[in-house]
């Protein structure tokens, strides 16, 4: 049997040989093409999806929803006067369970009566029954 040193003795020495024609291939891209195989099309979404977190809706007490509901009407008395105040609010998370708290600050332009919104004067709303709290200096002052 013929020993591999003797078998491949006359290229052992000679120089590495680059192509003229196609340039060489960068590190990255050619350990990308030993990169593994993604059998699980999407599982690194999933388990991303899964590990995002959200927040808890709370369910106010009904002395909690009076005082919001005593800081609304104090606050859209004062609608016209361009009086700016701080809303925090709760958005269902509309993949999964929970969702987020969001505080919109701006000019409160005028309640919708028959959507129970709040209107602002960016044309933003925001539904009364997902409202946990109103805040502002002068709401702050008279609460």
Do not use: W
């Not at 040193?5 to 006359?10: G, I, P, T, V």
């Not at 590495?16 to 891209?29: A, E, N």
């Amino acid at each position: 049997m013929v020993n591999n040193e003797e078998k491949y003795s006359d290229i052992f020495n000679m120089p590495h040989h680059v192509s003229q024609k196609h340039p060489q291939m960068s590190r990255l891209d050619r350990a990308a093409q030993f990169a593994p195989f993604a059998a699980l099309t999407g599982h690194d979404d999933a388990i991303k999806e899964t590990a995002r977190l959200t927040d808890e809706n709370v369910e106010l007490d009904e002395s909690a929803k009076l005082v919001i509901n005593e800081k609304l009407r104090f606050v859209l008395e004062l609608a016209d006067k361009s009086c700016v105040v701080s809303v925090t609010y709760f958005v269902p998370d509309k993949v999964k369970q929970g969702g987020k708290f969001i505080t919109k600050t701006g000019t409160l332009s005028r309640y919708d009566e028959y959507g129970h919104k709040l209107i602002f004067d960016d044309k933003s709303e925001i539904g009364v029954d997902s409202i946990t709290d109103i805040s502002g200096s002068i709401i702050d002052d008279m609460f």
